[in-house]
């Protein structure tokens, strides 16, 4: 808060900030009349906001600039400051002295001051005996009777503001005691002076003021139809015509014929005649054409609105005559297809020029000559071209024309502009021939991460970089498909070997993208700028976006399926699950399909892609790491970000799995360990090729989801992270898997007889006949001839079965067969020959052995065949034993079995 407390008589003047602006003059000159040695003035401007509209509450915030006023002193005004405040509260708010005079007068100038007068006499319920409100109103018809709104304000209401210049404080003699002259109702008061005269006087053929100035608009007749205060005539939307124009008085200093369809062709040559006029509003009119005569006749115009019209052609010289034109407002006129050379000659005055949205698709050669203004905007149109010295000869702050599709421009455009300080384009590229004085940071938008006027790749370091990195994956990655195909055809039968093959193939047409971007960088060094938008758009530049998103997406997900299928072969050492080469061609045919219909639809989905994918950058390759919006931003994000992470958290979990197998596998025998060795080793060595490619790809997808929460990433990160940190695994990988594995004569890789796994299968079934304790379930006839005996031989000796002697064999037998089971072992065609019995005295103990070796199994439907070939044998004996109580001493009855 602010004020002034004094001595003396105290006025505080209130005003809209922007009326101040329009009639700075008026309001000073106001108040200054009301100052003496005894007075202190004070002139309040506000502007307006409603800081709590999205809470449903329309109050208005005043921004206030308060100001106290010494006319007589070397600066005019001092205490200044500045506040802000509810509107509601400002008057109460207002200090005084205790013993001044004190007055406040409001300007009610604009529909916006009569809602903040409502605010703020409307709190004012009550107000000291020495507080005297006033509120000035404008009206031209002032014989109309005035309400008054507001019981504690006092409405003076006035004819035009210009009166306050010179008689305003004339109409408050409450608050300027020391010259005020009382306001005589019906009458008129000489302009500039303290004289009355009846309002009979006025208009009688002989001049009573001093300058004359109750005869001067005698003979002024306001056209039918509009509107007319003082000079200025107001015939907007009457459907006025040319035939008309004559009807408007030659003495007219502001004319407003907006919004007339029937003056298209007002213009097409010099219909208006009207030499004093200093204002004119065309605006709305639908006109089309302009003659080049068509203002010799108003040729002293300040003031020219011509905007929203249909003007197609702007000639040579057409406004030359207006030289004291400050102001023309050719906004709007979106069908404008030519300018012609020197259009603007002539207009030496105007400050701003703005012929955004356009249809004109050339700005020629000395468009602009001879202009000096603070801002030029051609934006948002159709220029296509830019021709050498089209902004000759201009003195100019600002130049705006961006979202222009220009294809062809000079390096000379820019020769011959003086005071360029601020320039908007289309891209990068037109900064490089911007005015040598100009800074570049003023230039906008700003330097891509990439290119620079010179080269697609502006550091030499990172050509340097694309160069190595391309040629070592190419080679690589060529080597290492060469090296399966050729070498190594045996690893292609089963998922390993078909998964790594795939995967060298992915990293292949990487290094085939890194060497396109390097052949183009080196064609078009030290000429890029000029060759920007042909590279961009051109089948280049696609094939190599395309190749880099194969690449990423298929290598990332064979490198997925790798994970898996490591994962199963150290979870399943002996075979019992197994990704086949059936299997592996259909999930490797899946990923390579779905990489390439990613990378393939934002080519042919135009319509939402825009065809501007892959051409963001010179490098075209799309990956969402700044906090721009172009066309697909969402499906990058989608792509690169959420499926890769999604991606990469898989194989993390696999990496994971396979860690806590070999960490199981510790816990084994020795024997068990030397036979998972080399299932272990490759997982080890897998994980590094994974984790390589997994420290490329984690990065970019943690910085692509800080640039959409609205984090700045660094130019360079985002260079240094698409040519070096996502392809470097493409290099990187050949030479972990393959290489190495040649330079060191061994195989990165599982046996080819991983699937079969045979001469495993006979040394760990010894291992386990000869350790554990299901080696007592295996007989050796010769030893065991006496004691034990086949379940035929006992059928055939007519050894007698009960249902207790049948129960026991069952049950051992179960015991037997689960044990081995849980050995991974089984046996395979059970039958009454290979089941031994132990009898004694001609009568079944019950203990049982097998004949045979067990074997390992490789699959879950080994067990259960020898389960259900245990229940036929079961139910066989059975059988045995009912036919036994039928017929006695059968001696067909082993044959029946």
């Given amino acids: 808060m602010c004020g002034c407390t004094i001595a003396n008589n105290e006025i505080v003047i209130l005003v809209y900030q922007q009326f101040y602006n329009s009639h700075t003059t008026i309001v000073d000159n106001f108040a200054k009349q009301f100052y003496n040695l005894n007075t202190t003035v004070r002139i309040i401007r506000y502007e307006t906001k409603r800081p709590l509209v999205a809470f449903s509450l329309n109050k208005i915030q005043l921004h206030i600039n308060d100001e106290q006023l010494q006319p007589f002193s070397v600066v005019n005004r001092i205490e200044k400051c ?10 109460n708010s207002l200090r005084f002295s205790e013993t001044a005079i004190k007055g406040i007068i409001f300007l009610d100038t604009d529909p916006e001051t009569v809602n903040v007068a409502k605010e703020i006499f409307r709190s004012v319920s009550h107000v000291k005996h020495d507080l005297t409100i006033y509120r000035i109103r404008e009206m031209p018809n002032i014989d109309i009777k005035v309400t008054n709104d507001f019981p504690h304000v006092t409405d003076v209401v006035i004819r035009r503001w210009k009166t306050l210049t010179a008689i305003g404080a004339d109409y408050f003699s409450q608050l300027c005691t020391a010259s005020s002259v009382m306001h005589i109702p019906k009458s008129y008061k000489c302009s500039s002076s303290q004289t009355f005269i009846l309002s009979s006087q006025v208009c009688d053929g002989a001049p009573q003021c001093i300058y004359g100035d109750d005869e ?53 040559r010099s219909h208006i005649n009207l030499i004093s006029l200093v204002r004119l509003n065309l605006s709305h009119c639908d006109i089309d054409n302009i003659s080049p005569f068509a203002f010799h006749n108003v040729r002293h115009l300040l003031t020219l609105d011509l905007s929203f019209n249909v003007i197609k052609v702007l000639r040579k010289s057409t406004f030359e005559v207006l030289t004291h034109l400050t102001e023309l407002n050719m906004m709007g006129n979106l069908e404008l297809t030519i300018i012609e050379s020197n259009a603007f000659r002539g207009l030496k005055r105007i400050q701003n020029l703005d012929l955004a949205g356009g249809k004109f698709r050339r700005v020629s050669a000395n468009t602009f000559s001879g202009l000096t203004l603070e801002y030029l905007d051609l934006s948002d149109g159709s220029i296509e071209q830019i021709e050498p010295l089209a902004f000759k000869d201009i003195s100019v702050t600002t130049i705006r024309f961006d979202n222009n599709n220009i294809k062809s421009f000079h390096q000379d455009m820019f020769n011959g502009v003086l005071n360029l300080k601020k320039l908007r384009t289309p891209a990068y590229k037109f900064c490089c021939v911007r005015p040598s004085y100009m800074k570049e940071e003023d230039c906008y938008p700003t330097k891509d991460e990439f290119s620079s006027c010179e080269d697609l790749m502006r550091l030499s370091a990172l050509q340097t970089m694309l160069w190595f990195i391309g040629l070592t994956a190419f080679f690589g990655n060529l080597l290492s498909i060469m090296y399966r195909l050729i070498y190594d055809r045996e690893r292609l039968r089963i998922g390993f070997g078909i998964f790594v093959t795939n995967l060298a193939a992915a990293d292949f047409l990487m290094s085939v993208y890194l060497i396109i971007i390097a052949v183009a960088d080196a064609a078009f060094r030290n000429r890029y700028i000029f060759v920007d938008d042909y590279w961009r758009s051109s089948a280049w530049c696609k094939l190599a976006g395309v190749l880099s998103t194969v690449s990423s997406e298929a290598s990332i997900l064979f490198i997925c399926l790798i994970t898996i299928d490591r994962l199963i072969v150290v979870k399943y050492p002996l075979g019992q699950l197994r990704v086949d080469k059936m299997k592996a061609c259909v999930l490797a045919a899946f990923a390579w399909v779905l990489s390439i219909a990613v990378a393939i639809i934002p080519v042919v989905y135009v319509s939402y892609f825009q065809d501007k994918f892959y051409s963001k950058s010179g490098v075209c390759i799309a990956l969402p790491l700044t906090r721009d919006r172009p066309p697909g931003w969402m499906y990058s994000v989608a792509i690169f970000v959420g499926l890769n992470f999604a991606t990469f958290l898989l194989v993390a979990f696999g990496q994971w799995l396979i860690f806590s197998e070999i960490k199981a596998a510790k816990n084994k025998s020795a024997v068990m360990m030397k036979r998972r060795q080399k299932d272990l080793k490759i997982a080890r060595n897998l994980l590094l090729v994974v984790a390589t490619d997994f420290l490329c790809w984690f990065p970019i997808g943690v910085m692509g989801m800080m640039a959409l929460r609205g984090h700045v990433i660094s130019g360079d990160v985002y260079a240094w992270s698409a040519v070096f940190l996502l392809p470097i695994n493409s290099a990187l990988n050949p030479v972990l898997y393959t290489v190495t594995a040649i330079l060191g004569r061994k195989k990165f890789a599982p046996s080819s007889d991983e699937q079969t796994r045979n001469a495993v299968i006979g040394e760990l079934g010894l291992h386990r006949l000869n350790t554990f304790k299901i080696g007592r379930y295996f007989h050796d006839l010769q030893r065991q001839s006496g004691e034990f005996l086949s379940i035929s031989t006992i059928l055939d000796r007519n050894i007698p079965l009960t249902t207790k002697s049948i129960l026991t064999i069952c049950i051992r037998l179960a015991k037997c067969l689960d044990d081995l089971h849980n050995g991974s072992m089984f046996i395979g065609n059970l039958n009454i020959d290979k089941v031994l019995v132990y009898v004694r005295n001609n009568q079944i103990i019950g203990d049982v052995r097998l004949r045979g070796r067990p074997a390992l199994q490789n699959k879950q439907e080994d067990s259960l065949d020898d389960m259900f070939q245990m229940g036929n044998l079961v139910r066989s004996l059975y059988k045995c034993r009912r036919l036994a109580q039928n017929v006695d001493h059968n001696p067909s009855y082993s044959t029946r079995l």
């Fill in 82 to 91: 500045e506040y802000r405040m509810m509107a509601e509260h400002l008057i």
């Fill in 216 to 268: 001067r608009l005698c003979n002024f007749s306001c056209p039918t139809a509009c509107k007319c205060r003082g000079f200025s005539v107001n015939c907007s939307n009457t459907n006025f015509d040319t035939n008309r124009i004559e009807s408007v008085p030659k003495a007219t200093r502001l004319l407003d014929m907006s919004f007339n369809k029937a003056l298209n062709n007002i213009i097409e």
